[in-house]
């Protein structure tokens, strides 16, 4: 399950105040279960990028898109090495034109995903040029990646690009990759993290918590599960 600090209309509020979200492993059961999540009230739905053990996070995001008409949608988290910044921003894309408005992704260095794997994570050098990148494509911006340029090149029925609308969390703990956050993204992506300074959480308007568990007990308060 993830919180969010964000403002919200009040479909998947908390009597807290915080939007409520669910974490979904990526699998080809996962559309029918958003489904289910979003007729629950539940705010948005996050996928796990895992490759390595689950069909591909865009694919199943957009079976997911046919099946919802309100729950938000997005990758949580997103791992750039997995992939090149074209590839995201053309799934992205895709997805908010299946979804339009309820899009958001989230990246993280890997440090599970690419360990998972057998490599270790991106620096944070390597994640500021990703994002970067992955941004100024969704603007239709011609950009350099690798030392050669590039854009998206859509059909005339699909736009270049996407308004930069998609809202960007990243997934960050320490005092470097909280300043990237907060210089390149919406809000930052804490997953399982007890203890959260608010010093790092004020800094955001916009703060995804995640927190192991599913379904809160008779009585219980939603501000224990941090």
Same mark, same amino acid.
């Given at each position: 399950?993830?919180?969010?600090?964000?403002?919200?209309?009040?479909?998947?509020?908390?009597?807290?105040?915080?939007?409520?979200?669910?974490?979904?492993?990526?699998? @080809?059961?996962?559309?029918?279960?958003?489904?289910?999540?979003?007729?629950?009230?539940?705010?948005?739905?996050?996928?796990?990028?895992?490759?390595?053990?689950?069909?591909?996070?865009? =694919?199943?995001?957009?079976?997911?898109?046919?099946?919802?008409?309100?729950?938000?949608?997005?990758?949580?988290?997103?791992?750039?090495?997995?992939?090149?910044?074209?590839?995201?921003?053309?799934?992205?894309?895709?997805?908010?034109? @299946?979804?339009?408005?309820? $899009?958001? $992704?989230?990246?993280?260095?890997?440090?599970?995903?690419?360990?998972?794997?057998?490599?270790?994570?991106?620096?944070?050098?390597? =994640?500021?040029?990703?994002?970067?990148?992955?941004?100024?494509?969704?603007?239709?911006?011609?950009?350099?990646?690798?030392?050669?340029?590039?854009?998206?090149?859509?059909?005339?029925?699909?736009?270049?690009?996407?308004?930069?609308?998609?809202?960007?969390?990243?997934?960050?703990?320490?005092?470097?990759?909280?300043?990237?956050?907060?210089?390149?993204?919406?809000?930052?992506? @804490? =997953?399982?993290?007890?203890?959260?300074?608010?010093?790092?959480?004020?800094?955001?308007?916009?703060? $995804?918590?995640?927190?192991?568990?599913?379904? @809160?007990?008779?009585?219980?308060?939603?501000?224990?599960?941090?």
């Amino acid at each position: 399950m993830t919180t969010s600090s964000s403002s919200s209309a009040t479909h998947g509020r908390s009597a807290a105040g915080l939007d409520v979200s669910a974490s979904f492993a990526t699998t @080809l059961d996962t559309p029918e279960h958003i489904r289910i999540a979003e007729e629950l009230g539940f705010r948005r739905a996050w996928l796990y990028d895992t490759p390595q053990q689950s069909p591909d996070v865009w =694919m199943v995001l957009a079976l997911a898109a046919e099946r919802t008409h309100r729950i938000g949608l997005g990758p949580g988290v997103l791992v750039p090495a997995l992939r090149h910044p074209m590839v995201n921003a053309g799934g992205a894309a895709a997805l908010e034109r @299946l979804a339009p408005g309820r $899009v958001a $992704v989230a990246f993280g260095t890997g440090y599970t995903g690419r360990r998972a794997m057998g490599q270790q994570p991106v620096s944070w050098a390597y =994640m500021t040029r990703y994002v970067t990148a992955f941004r100024a494509l969704l603007r239709g911006e011609t950009v350099e990646w690798e030392g050669s340029p590039m854009r998206m090149l859509h059909t005339p029925e699909h736009p270049r690009g996407t308004p930069d609308t998609i809202p960007v969390y990243i997934a960050a703990i320490g005092p470097k990759g909280t300043a990237i956050a907060e210089s390149l993204g919406d809000g930052v992506f @804490l =997953m399982g993290i007890p203890g959260v300074s608010e010093e790092v959480t004020k800094k955001f308007e916009n703060v $995804v918590y995640g927190t192991a568990g599913s379904v @809160l007990g008779d009585g219980e308060d939603l501000s224990r599960c941090f």
